[in-house]
């Protein structure tokens, strides 16, 4: 399942547990601009990371995981920190997204759940 979410200019892109076959077939079977998002949630809990061409595609600045930073989310942080995004782990807190249609406004309310 892939949602995508926008509220005035804000797009958010929601994953689910898509595989990386998942995210090659979106590539091919939907326009570039459906896939684009501002905030992108990993895949499956970050153990599963972007397929790198779909990431591109997403353009997202900022990514989130549900889950700890822990060694079985190591791939989602280090593509993360290779592209210089910003990411949050929902295991370390409450992730807050919030966006008044044209500004994001993100942070976490850590050891808070």
């Not at 076959?21 to 091919?28: E, K, S």
């Not at 700890?68 to 370390?92: I, W």
Request: hydrophobic share 40%.
């Amino acid at each position: 399942t892939l949602t995508r979410v926008e509220f005035g200019d804000c797009s958010m892109l929601l994953t689910a547990d898509i595989t990386g076959l998942a995210q090659r077939y979106f590539m091919d079977a939907l326009p570039a601009e459906t896939l684009k998002a501002d905030v992108a949630k990993f895949p499956h809990h970050g153990l599963t990371p972007f397929v790198t061409e779909f990431l591109d595609i997403v353009d997202a600045k900022f990514l989130f995981v549900t889950n700890y930073q822990d060694d079985d989310s190591r791939k989602a942080r280090n593509q993360a920190n290779n592209r210089k995004l910003p990411v949050k782990f929902s295991g370390e807190g409450t992730i807050v997204l919030e966006c008044d249609g044209t500004d994001w406004y993100i942070y976490q309310k850590l050891k808070e759940f």
